[in-house]
């Protein structure tokens, strides 16, 4: 069983839509948590943090379930300009960091 | 402050090659990784580093070596390419506050071995 699991899309959503994705992770030791985003060929880049509280930045709204072990990312209004793909990242608290395989999300107008 | 720097950003190899991929960060922060990234899948942790002069395997440390000598640099070392390192290889570094380490990752390296 892979360390961090994903849904494994693809996604293929209207503009408009609001679509939600789902990350589990395995080691209970984990200490923080992230989501990346990632365009075609670029390097991942920071989307946001996800706290036990849930955190919402924008159209984006992350939550974090520590008793199943399960984040997610939702996303609202989706744009054409949301198309990427969406990377789950646990990290244990002695800065080892593992990713999830991400879920390609496409947005059509 | 030019963030994550990586040389080469391509490269092609011959199988039994040796190479080292350069990585250089100005942001002081502790923590430097090597990731690799496969076609379609996400990024496996090859080695990282929490501070200069300690390193630790990750994921799929097999095939690479580093060193830390310095706050701001983390080489990775390809011995005796061979076909499977055909990868895109990222280098990235993170700051510490309590348990938060995000991470802010550099260009990226085209790595061919044929």
């Known amino acids: 069983r892979k360390e961090v699991e994903q849904d494994p899309g693809p996604f293929n959503v209207p503009e408009g839509a609001t679509v939600a994705f789902n990350c589990t992770y395995s080691?209970?030791?984990?200490?923080?948590f992230f989501w990346y985003r990632q365009d075609c060929r670029k390097e991942p880049k920071l989307l946001m943090s996800?706290?036990?509280s849930g955190n919402e930045d924008g159209r984006f709204t992350a939550q974090l379930n520590r008793a199943s072990q399960y984040i997610s990312l939702l996303i609202r209004d989706s744009k054409l300009s949301d198309s990427a793909t969406y990377l789950c990242?646990?990290?244990?608290?002695?800065?080892?960091?593992?990713f999830g395989d991400g879920t390609t999300l496409t947005v059509k107008p | 402050n030019a963030g994550v720097t990586q040389t080469p950003k391509f490269r092609i190899l011959k199988i039994g090659q040796s190479m080292t991929l350069q990585c250089t960060q100005d942001?002081?922060?502790?923590?430097m990784y090597w990731y690799r990234q496969d076609p379609g899948m996400g990024l496996k942790l090859i080695y990282y580093?929490?501070?200069?002069?300690?390193?630790d395997k990750g994921e799929v440390p097999n095939g690479y070596n580093v060193s830390r000598s310095t706050t701001e640099d983390f080489p990775l070392r390809l011995e005796l390419a061979a076909p499977s390192q055909t990868s895109v290889y990222f280098c990235?570094?993170?700051?510490?506050?309590?348990?938060?380490?995000?991470?802010?990752f550099g260009p990226g390296t085209r790595l061919t071995v044929t």
């Open positions: 996800v706290y036990s």
């Open positions: 990242v646990v990290n244990t608290n002695a800065g080892k960091s593992t």
């Open positions: 580093s929490v501070g200069a002069g300690i390193t």
């Open positions: 942001m002081n922060h502790n923590y």
């Open positions: 080691n209970s030791a984990s200490q923080s």
């Open positions: 990235a570094s993170s700051k510490t506050t309590g348990v938060s380490y995000e991470q802010y």
